[in-house]
Protein backbone atom coordinates (compact mmCIF):
# COMPACT_ATOMS: atom_id res chain seq x y z
CA UNK A 1 0.00 0.00 0.00
CA UNK A 2 1.16 3.15 -0.67
CA UNK A 3 2.73 5.40 2.14
CA UNK A 4 2.89 2.56 4.68
CA UNK A 5 5.55 0.70 6.23
CA UNK A 6 4.99 -3.12 6.09
CA UNK A 7 1.24 -3.75 6.06
CA UNK A 8 0.82 -0.84 9.02
CA UNK A 9 -1.69 1.38 7.38
CA UNK A 10 -0.37 5.15 7.95
CA UNK A 11 -3.66 7.58 7.78
CA UNK A 12 -7.09 7.46 8.00
CA UNK A 13 -8.80 5.29 6.01
CA UNK A 14 -9.14 6.66 2.53
CA UNK A 15 -12.55 6.75 0.40
CA UNK A 16 -10.62 4.61 -2.04
CA UNK A 17 -9.99 1.88 0.75
CA UNK A 18 -13.33 2.16 1.67
CA UNK A 19 -14.78 1.23 -1.51
CA UNK A 20 -12.27 -1.25 -2.53
CA UNK A 21 -13.36 -2.99 0.99
CA UNK A 22 -16.77 -3.28 0.19
CA UNK A 23 -15.69 -4.32 -3.87
CA UNK A 24 -13.38 -7.27 -2.05
CA UNK A 25 -17.09 -8.61 -0.21
CA UNK A 26 -19.06 -7.93 -3.47
CA UNK A 27 -20.54 -5.03 -3.45
CA UNK A 28 -19.98 -2.19 -5.30
CA UNK A 29 -20.73 1.44 -3.64
CA UNK A 30 -20.87 4.99 -4.78
CA UNK A 31 -18.84 7.38 -3.72
CA UNK A 32 -21.43 8.85 -0.88
CA UNK A 33 -21.21 5.34 0.73
CA UNK A 34 -17.65 5.04 1.02
CA UNK A 35 -17.61 8.27 2.35
CA UNK A 36 -19.48 7.18 5.22
CA UNK A 37 -18.25 3.36 4.97
CA UNK A 38 -14.56 5.27 5.80
CA UNK A 39 -15.78 7.05 8.30
CA UNK A 40 -17.93 4.47 10.24
CA UNK A 41 -14.53 2.09 10.29
CA UNK A 42 -12.46 4.82 11.33
CA UNK A 43 -12.20 3.74 15.92
CA UNK A 44 -11.46 0.44 13.99
CA UNK A 45 -9.26 1.25 11.31
CA UNK A 46 -7.06 3.55 14.42
CA UNK A 47 -6.75 0.69 16.68
CA UNK A 48 -5.64 -1.49 14.09
CA UNK A 49 -2.97 1.30 13.31
CA UNK A 50 -1.82 1.17 16.67
CA UNK A 51 -1.76 -2.28 17.31
CA UNK A 52 0.61 -2.47 14.00
CA UNK A 53 2.94 0.14 15.65
CA UNK A 54 3.10 -1.97 18.89
CA UNK A 55 3.65 -5.19 16.56
CA UNK A 56 6.26 -3.64 14.57
CA UNK A 57 8.66 -3.16 17.44
CA UNK A 58 9.12 -5.82 18.38
CA UNK A 59 8.10 -6.10 22.35
CA UNK A 60 4.21 -7.05 21.93
CA UNK A 61 3.81 -10.08 23.43
CA UNK A 62 0.97 -12.08 21.05
CA UNK A 63 0.49 -14.63 23.50
CA UNK A 64 -0.52 -11.84 26.51
CA UNK A 65 -2.66 -9.80 24.31
CA UNK A 66 -4.97 -12.55 22.95
CA UNK A 67 -7.92 -10.60 23.69
CA UNK A 68 -6.59 -7.56 21.30
CA UNK A 69 -8.13 -9.36 18.54
CA UNK A 70 -11.49 -9.39 19.94
CA UNK A 71 -11.05 -5.84 21.09
CA UNK A 72 -10.60 -5.26 17.45
CA UNK A 73 -13.56 -6.94 16.10
CA UNK A 74 -16.05 -5.36 18.03
CA UNK A 75 -14.87 -1.59 17.23
CA UNK A 76 -16.72 -2.70 13.86
CA UNK A 77 -20.11 -2.69 15.64
CA UNK A 78 -19.33 1.18 16.29
CA UNK A 79 -20.52 1.28 12.16
CA UNK A 80 -23.61 1.24 13.78
CA UNK A 81 -23.81 4.80 15.02
CA UNK A 82 -26.54 3.96 17.92
CA UNK A 83 -23.83 1.67 19.30
CA UNK A 84 -21.49 2.62 22.30
CA UNK A 85 -18.95 0.25 23.64
CA UNK A 86 -18.19 0.47 27.37
CA UNK A 87 -15.30 -0.55 28.90
CA UNK A 88 -12.61 -1.07 31.58
CA UNK A 89 -10.27 -1.43 29.01
CA UNK A 90 -7.79 2.04 28.60
CA UNK A 91 -5.46 0.72 26.77
CA UNK A 92 -8.25 -0.06 23.96
CA UNK A 93 -9.72 4.13 24.21
CA UNK A 94 -5.49 4.74 23.97
CA UNK A 95 -5.18 2.63 20.76
CA UNK A 96 -7.83 4.41 18.99
CA UNK A 97 -6.20 7.69 19.46
CA UNK A 98 -8.38 10.68 18.10
CA UNK A 99 -11.03 8.72 16.44
CA UNK A 100 -13.86 10.58 15.79
CA UNK A 101 -15.70 7.22 17.57
CA UNK A 102 -13.80 8.14 20.79
CA UNK A 103 -16.59 9.17 22.64
CA UNK A 104 -18.73 6.50 21.85
CA UNK A 105 -15.96 4.35 23.44
CA UNK A 106 -16.45 5.40 26.91
CA UNK A 107 -14.57 3.73 30.00
CA UNK A 108 -16.97 2.62 32.30
CA UNK A 109 -16.40 4.93 35.50
CA UNK A 110 -17.53 7.59 33.34
CA UNK A 111 -20.19 5.75 32.00
CA UNK A 112 -21.45 5.17 35.40
CA UNK A 113 -21.14 8.98 36.35
CA UNK A 114 -22.58 10.29 33.21
CA UNK A 115 -25.84 7.99 34.39
CA UNK A 116 -25.44 9.08 38.36
CA UNK A 117 -23.93 6.38 39.69
CA UNK A 118 -21.08 6.83 42.19
CA UNK A 119 -18.09 4.51 41.56
CA UNK A 120 -17.10 2.62 44.86
CA UNK A 121 -13.12 2.45 44.08
Not at 21 to 41: H, M, Y
Not at 69 to 89: A, E, G, H, S
Request: hydrophobic share 35%; proline share 3%.
Amino acid sequence: MKGSTGSCPKSVISVRRAAASALALGRRIQERQATLLANRLDAAYQYHKALCDVVTTGSYNFEKNDGDWRDYQLLFYLCDPTIILVTDDGRLRKRVGESSQRERIPLLRDFLKSLGFTPRH
